[in-house]
């Protein structure tokens, strides 16, 4: 079944120490979007790629950096993290804009000691 | 400005007890309204897409409607394995993103 894949899972690093979240996808969809969700709160997105274009968000803190090599694979570095910045990372897709509907991976639980 | 509101934050029913869900939702050019279920510790699992007033979607007990201001998910004689958070998001043609309500957390005791 085509799918979006994270890994991993959980991810436990330590305060300040670098960290890279990774998200695959078998749909080959143009957009891939990185969102970060804390405990009953609302998806927020970080950023997203069209393609090869990259769509930073305003207020996403510098700390926060993406790659995308190809087409199926997306990753998100946190430089330095911080305790707030423990939260569910959500990766998604769509085939083309946000007026198409998103496909969400399973997520990173990001825990910060 | 563009915002999305859910309610209500949490609802219980009793198995077979059917109900809805509220979302309402003020944005500039609506380009597609879309209902996702999520369970703890999961990512959102996609339910439906409306784009037009008047539309509506089923699947199984679950059906969503649409009108100018707001959408409700209906859930039919739900049963506890529908417990979960429910949430709703709209595409913004202003911002070009899509905007997510804080979500309806339901629980279904048997």
């Known amino acids: 079944d085509a799918m979006v894949i994270q890994n991993p899972r959980y991810q436990v690093t330590q305060f300040g120490k670098p960290v890279t979240l990774s998200c695959s996808q078998t749909?080959?969809?143009?957009?891939m979007y990185w969102y970060q969700q804390k405990s009953s709160q609302a998806p927020k997105l970080l950023f997203h790629y069209y393609d090869k274009d990259f769509n930073n968000e305003a207020d996403t803190p510098d700390n926060f950096q993406s790659r995308r090599p190809n087409t199926s694979f997306c990753f998100l570095d946190i430089r330095s993290p911080g305790l707030g910045d423990a939260a569910m990372y959500l990766c998604a897709t769509s085939r083309a804009g946000a007026q198409e509907t998103q496909y969400f991976g399973p997520g990173t639980r990001l825990l910060v000691l | 400005e563009d915002q999305v509101t859910q309610s209500p934050e949490a609802l219980r029913l009793q198995e077979g007890e059917s109900s809805s869900l509220n979302c309402s939702y003020t944005v500039s050019g609506l380009r597609g309204l879309f209902w996702y279920r999520q369970d703890p510790g999961k990512g959102p699992e996609f339910l439906f897409t409306l784009y037009s007033a008047g539309e509506e979607k089923e699947k199984e007990r679950l059906k969503a409607t649409l009108t100018k201001k707001e959408s409700f998910l209906h859930i039919t004689a739900p049963k506890p394995e529908d417990s979960a958070t429910y949430l709703c998001a709209v595409h913004s043609s202003n911002t070009g993103k899509l905007i997510f309500g804080q979500g309806t957390t339901l629980q279904v005791k048997p």
């Open positions: 749909l080959n969809h143009n957009v």
